[in-house]
């Protein structure tokens, strides 16, 4: 019969306590709290105190401006900055102009959107890292699908843009169409 080691729980006993700290605007209790951007402390004594504090802290880069470039809303030099979704190229004369450089997208074997007719498709990725293929009219038209799109028209409902999908029996075209669906022979 195996003996009880207390040595085990005796020394992660030290994760089960709670971390007291003191809010540094009102004195009283800091706890952990949660909200749909994640974890943060925050002070017990919310709403009279609005004091917050992320959970983790992350490092923060200064904005690195870029010589020799210029904004071309308003002249100003553009910098190198971090933002919620990483690091991005914008304006240094912020919040008066919001100039940010977008990064060239791909489009994707002269494929028209099928929703306005007029526009390409691109390929882009998500801000989770997930490649998906939308209209370069975005934000008139907001058609996007996430497998690759190929030029070709729906035997079944005529619906003019095919899918390329990897199945286990290979490559095979489906329909974009969401109400058909139908994959194509």
């Avoid at 994760?15 to 540094?24: D, F, H, N, R, S």
């Avoid at 028209?153 to 669906?181: D, H, V």
Wanted: glycine share 6%; charged share 25%; with cysteine.
């Amino acid at each position: 019969m195996p003996t009880k080691d207390d040595s085990l729980f005796s020394r992660h006993e030290h994760a089960l306590e709670k971390a007291y700290e003191v809010c540094p605007q009102c004195g009283s209790e800091l706890s952990i709290k949660h909200s749909k951007a994640g974890a943060f402390w925050g002070c017990a004594s919310y709403p009279n105190c609005k004091y917050t504090r992320p959970v983790h802290e992350q490092e923060k880069m200064e904005a690195q401006v870029l010589p020799g470039s210029e904004c071309p809303e308003c002249g100003a030099e553009l910098a190198v900055k971090q933002g919620r979704y990483g690091m991005f190229i914008g304006c240094t004369n912020f919040p008066t102009c919001h100039h940010i450089e977008h990064e060239e997208h791909e489009q994707v074997a002269d494929v028209v959107c099928p929703l306005c007719k007029k526009e390409h498709l691109i390929e882009r990725q998500s801000r989770h890292g997930k490649t998906f293929y939308a209209c370069d009219g975005y934000p008139k038209c907001k058609f996007a699908v996430n497998h690759q799109p190929v030029a070709g028209q729906c035997s079944s409902c005529s619906f003019p843009l095919l899918l390329k999908r990897q199945m286990a029996s290979g490559e095979k075209l489906q329909c974009a169409n969401k109400k058909c669906n139908a994959f194509q022979n």
